[in-house]
């Protein structure tokens, strides 16, 4: 079956615009994970959706981020205001999410964020 | 908290060399432990993992051992080959999100 696909692959944007990234999970995976891969910076966990729980929305930077997902499926990743800080690869991965027990991660090719 | 630390790159090599990269993490309870890589062009796939002490994680001829003692996860591989390239990720698992450590970029030379 299809893997993690994130659209758009690339998105440029001007400082203060806001941007929206999408993210379809694996289907069935219940867990979803958003995380920002800047240039020797690794990778940063945003937010985390388990099911129909509360997220873990502990790794966002500030109140200009926030996500979504609706329905259990679908999710989006909103930045309002970019700043060119913001520019990095966003990148959403799926896996079952049964927390009793490891459950891998499937990483989606990632949408490459540019702020002018 | 959690936290995962290895070894900053870039780290280049010729071809049948041995690679050692350093992980070290911080980290309550038991966590599971894992390496993932990054080859050029693709995207984030799981390398190898370990889920409690003493266990060893192989695959693609990478292995790593899941050291309480030291809260280490070292991953080593005995001849490195050019489609080894790529940026190397440790991470950790405590609850049910992972922690990545920053990657550690590898060039392997003919």
């Known amino acids: 079956g299809a893997g993690v696909s994130q659209s758009p692959s690339n998105k440029v944007t001007e400082k203060g615009k806001d941007v929206e990234l999408r993210c379809d999970p694996i289907?069935?995976?219940?867990?979803l994970y958003w995380y920002r891969q800047s240039l020797g910076q690794g990778l940063e966990f945003l937010i985390y959706f388990q099911g129909n729980s509360a997220p873990d929305k502990s790794g966002l930077p500030s109140d200009r981020f926030s996500a979504e997902r609706t329905g259990g499926s679908v999710s989006t990743l909103t930045i309002q205001r970019t700043q060119q800080e913001d520019s990095a690869v966003y990148l959403c991965?799926?896996?079952?999410?049964?927390?009793?027990?490891?459950?891998?991660?499937?990483f989606g090719p990632g949408t490459r964020l540019t702020v002018l | 908290g959690n936290s995962v630390t290895q070894m900053e790159g870039p780290v280049t090599l010729s071809e049948e060399a041995f690679l050692t990269i350093n992980c070290t993490y911080t980290a309550t309870g038991y966590p599971s432990l894992f390496w993932y890589v990054q080859y050029p062009g693709e995207g984030l796939q799981l390398l190898l993992k370990?889920?409690?002490?003493?266990d060893k994680g192989s695959n693609k001829g990478f292995e790593a051992t899941y050291r309480k003692e030291t809260t280490s996860f070292h991953l080593e591989k005995g001849s490195v080959q050019v489609s080894d390239s790529a940026v190397y990720f440790c991470?950790?698992?405590?609850?049910?999100?992972?922690?990545f450590g920053k990657g550690t970029r590898l060039h392997i030379l003919p």
């Open positions: 370990a889920t409690k002490a003493d």
């Open positions: 991470a950790l698992r405590g609850d049910d999100k992972i922690i």
């Open positions: 991965a799926s896996s079952l999410g049964m927390p009793s027990s490891y459950n891998e991660q499937f």
């Open positions: 289907s069935g995976h219940t867990a």
